[in-house]
């Protein structure tokens, strides 16, 4: 942050010197801005359509979504999801950052290999993740079921969670949690009154931003989810094979509702932590 | 940090065992059953026969592969032209906004993946808004225009969902130059466009190069987006994949695909921390 004034100035300069260019510039990140809420707007703004057309804006009405409030089997598939993004966030949030902690600090050799793991799961098309995960449970005959979609979630959330929360790990100094070492707390005590409380924004954030995830995700739920209620997103995708509705309209509504207000919420606590120390909020998200 | 380190130990066991047992060894199955041959009943029967290599290369599925590669890649090459300019606008004009920028635009990904996918049916289709906007500018009566079921459909949602991630590493790279370079070369009479071609550029590439793994992976393995935008002469590799998954399919096969999908993306790891050596040797020099 110590840089933004001299490269406030020396946009200043520029801007002086040229002045065309940023404009255009602006203008263009305008557009890519529009281009990236628009469709989001139309599903909004349809959503609250009068008419069944998805063409003509018919007039004003809240129809859609007291229909959803009466269909039972998208509550049913709310609940499912609900549950799935809980438990989700649950594992992948302890585990991860059991893994996190144990990445940084274990000084083993073998922790590069378990990084490497963590690594290749991050890059890995989710396909092919839920694919291996489908095959897993039907070679060891679990039956398809919620908890199948969670354990399959978790394992991609769990990379999720140990990467955020270790890079911050790695941005703290060691030094306080050597200083409490030096004054007789245990490592335990050590972890548990010293790092988890400068990990917390990290381990927060980091939870949140994989429920919102495993709440709506939809590859890997797809493949391992079996014949009982529909989750949220399996469902939405067979009423959009089925035919567009505007109920749609409603529930894509709601949804973006719900999901980008949590994670404001987890970027919130992103910035949170980088006002107090260290780097911003995309070098994190980078690892 | 000194002794006591055997708590670490123990932290690193669950999370471990949870990918050992549902990652690698799934992943080592999809191997297996890419080499099985099915019996009658569709169950694998292990092995090591390449007939479902044979046939994943064959001229009926061997379209879909270079289709699926192409389509990636024109979605990352359209992300990159996309992407750079916002970043770079960002990082370099964005000012005390800067933060709340990025997330203005990261944020629609936060937005259900289906979701966004559906919003683009929704403008695009045959009575969708786009052909309600065009009938009411006086196309009235002409039958309405075809947007889906065509490649640039496909390609065009890929776009949308993978912008964020050659956003993000882009403007994390744009954001941490040293700005001091950019004056260095100004003071020494560079032009604006010799400074961004010889400094700025080459200093983000790393950001880009990042960006470009991060938006090609996930668009090789898609298949949404192909199965709602596209049609059956659209289909994409995870198509194919899921189609093998679902009652009809045969799941050796559907198992080779996955491991040809791997494969690609092993060459694009190899490749970018082949390149990233190579830019890390050209800092050093």
Same mark, same amino acid.
Not at chain 1, 16 to 22: D, F, L, N, S, W
């Given at each position: 942050m110590?840089?933004?004034p001299?490269?406030?100035g020396g946009?200043?300069?520029?801007r002086?010197?040229?002045?065309?260019?940023?404009r255009?510039?602006?203008?263009?990140?305008?557009?890519?801005v529009?281009?990236?809420?628009?469709?989001?707007?139309v599903v909004v703004?349809?959503?609250?359509?009068?008419?069944?057309s998805?063409?003509?804006?018919?007039?004003?009405?809240?129809?859609w979504?007291?229909?959803l409030?009466?269909?039972?089997g998208?509550?049913?598939?709310?609940?499912?999801s609900?549950?799935?993004?809980?438990?989700?966030?649950?594992?992948?949030g302890?585990?991860?950052?059991a893994?996190a902690?144990?990445?940084?600090r274990s000084g083993?050799?073998?922790?590069r290999?378990?990084?490497?793991?963590?690594?290749?799961n991050?890059?890995?098309?989710?396909?092919a993740?839920?694919v291996?995960?489908l095959?897993?449970?039907?070679q060891?005959?679990?039956?398809?079921?919620?908890?199948?979609v969670?354990?399959?979630?978790?394992?991609?959330?769990?990379?999720?969670?140990?990467?955020?929360v270790?890079?911050?790990?790695?941005?703290?100094s060691?030094?306080v949690?050597?200083?409490?070492?030096?004054?007789?707390?245990?490592?335990?005590q050590?972890?548990?009154?010293?790092?988890?409380?400068?990990?917390?924004?990290?381990?927060?954030?980091s939870?949140l931003l994989?429920f919102?995830?495993?709440?709506?995700?939809?590859? &890997?739920?797809?493949?391992?989810?079996?014949?009982?209620v529909?989750?949220?997103?399996?469902?939405?995708?067979?009423?959009?094979?089925f035919?567009?509705?505007?109920?749609i309209?409603?529930?894509?509504?709601?949804m973006t509702?719900? &999901?980008?207000?949590?994670?404001?919420?987890?970027?919130?606590l992103f910035?949170?932590?980088?006002t107090?120390?260290?780097?911003?909020?995309?070098?994190?998200?980078?690892? | 940090?000194?002794?006591g380190?055997?708590?670490?130990?123990v932290?690193?066991?669950?999370?471990?065992?949870w990918?050992?047992?549902?990652?690698?060894i799934?992943?080592?199955?999809?191997?297996?059953?890419?080499?099985?041959?099915?019996?009658?009943?569709g169950?694998?029967?292990y092995?090591?026969?390449?007939?479902?290599?044979?046939?994943?290369?064959?001229s009926y599925?061997?379209?879909?592969?270079f289709?699926?590669?192409?389509?990636?890649?024109?979605a990352?090459?359209?992300?990159?032209?996309?992407?750079?300019?916002?970043a770079?606008t960002?990082?370099?004009?964005?000012?005390?906004?800067?933060?709340?920028?990025?997330?203005l635009?990261?944020?629609?990904?936060?937005?259900?993946y289906?979701?966004?996918i559906?919003?683009w049916v929704?403008?695009?289709?045959?009575?969708?808004t786009?052909n309600g906007?065009?009938?009411?500018?006086g196309l009235?009566?002409?039958?309405?225009?075809q947007?889906?079921?065509?490649?640039?459909?496909?390609?065009?949602?890929l776009?949308?969902?993978?912008?964020?991630?050659?956003v993000?590493?882009?403007?994390?790279?744009?954001e941490?130059?040293?700005?001091?370079?950019?004056?260095a070369g100004?003071?020494?009479?560079?032009?604006?466009?010799?400074?961004f071609?010889h400094?700025?550029?080459?200093?983000?590439?790393?950001?880009?190069?990042?960006?470009?793994v991060?938006?090609?992976?996930?668009?090789?393995?898609?298949?949404?987006?192909?199965?709602?935008?596209?049609g059956?002469?659209?289909?994409?590799?995870?198509?194919?994949?899921a189609?093998q998954?679902?009652d009809?399919?045969?799941?050796?096969?559907?198992?080779?695909?996955?491991?040809?999908?791997?494969?690609v993306?092993?060459?694009v790891?190899?490749?970018?921390?082949w390149?990233g050596?190579?830019?890390?040797?050209?800092?050093?020099?």
């Open positions: 110590d840089r933004l001299a490269s406030q946009a200043g300069v520029r002086a010197r040229r002045p065309g260019r940023p255009l510039l602006v203008a263009f990140t305008a557009l890519v529009c281009y990236l809420f628009a469709p989001i707007a703004l349809f959503s609250f359509n009068k008419e069944d998805l063409a003509v804006f018919g007039g004003f009405s809240t129809r979504y007291v229909a409030l009466h269909d039972g998208i509550h049913a598939s709310l609940i499912a609900l549950e799935i993004g809980a438990a989700t966030m649950m594992i992948a302890i585990a991860g950052t893994l902690l144990g990445l940084e083993l050799r073998a922790a290999v378990v990084e490497g793991t963590v690594m290749l991050l890059v890995s098309p989710e396909i993740t839920a291996a995960a095959l897993i449970f039907t060891l005959g679990i039956t398809l079921s919620l908890a199948t969670i354990l399959a979630n978790a394992t991609w959330a769990i990379a999720y969670v140990t990467i955020i270790r890079s911050r790990l790695a941005s703290l060691s030094q949690e050597e200083a409490a070492l030096d004054l007789y707390a245990s490592q335990w050590t972890i548990r009154l010293v790092t988890l409380p400068l990990l917390w924004p990290a381990i927060l954030a939870s994989v919102v995830m495993s709440f709506d995700d939809f590859i &890997t739920t797809y493949f391992v989810s079996g014949l009982g529909p989750p949220l997103p399996v469902r939405i995708y067979s009423m959009i094979r035919g567009v509705t505007p109920e309209n409603a529930i894509g509504a709601l509702v719900a &999901t980008v207000s949590l994670a404001l919420t987890a970027l919130a910035a949170l932590r980088r107090r120390s260290g780097p911003g909020v995309v070098t994190d998200l980078n690892g | 940090m000194r002794s380190r055997a708590i670490f130990r932290l690193l066991l669950p999370g471990t065992l990918l050992a047992v549902l990652f690698v799934p992943l080592g199955l999809v191997a297996a059953v890419s080499l099985a041959r099915t019996n009658i009943v169950l694998p029967v092995g090591l026969h390449l007939d479902n290599y044979k046939s994943a290369f064959q599925y061997l379209p879909v592969i289709r699926t590669v192409e389509y990636a890649g024109a990352t090459a359209i992300i990159g032209v996309l992407a750079y300019p916002t770079y960002i990082a370099r004009f964005g000012g005390r906004l800067k933060n709340a920028l990025i997330v635009v990261i944020l629609p990904w936060f937005v259900d289906l979701v966004r559906y919003a929704v403008i695009l289709g045959d009575n969708g786009l906007i065009l009938h009411g500018l009235r009566g002409s039958p309405p225009v947007f889906l079921n065509r490649p640039w459909a496909v390609i065009g949602g776009v949308y969902t993978y912008f964020p991630f050659m993000l590493p882009v403007y994390a790279a744009l941490q130059l040293d700005h001091q370079l950019i004056e100004r003071d020494l009479y560079a032009s604006g466009r010799r400074v071609w400094i700025t550029l080459p200093l983000s590439s790393p950001g880009i190069a990042a960006g470009i991060l938006t090609f992976l996930p668009s090789l393995g898609d298949f949404a987006t192909a199965q709602l935008l596209g059956p002469d659209t289909y994409m590799v995870g198509n194919l994949i189609d998954f679902s009809v399919g045969d799941i050796t096969f559907g198992s080779a695909l996955t491991i040809v999908l791997m494969s993306l092993l060459v790891i190899l490749g970018y921390l390149t050596s190579r830019r890390a040797r050209a800092v050093r020099a």
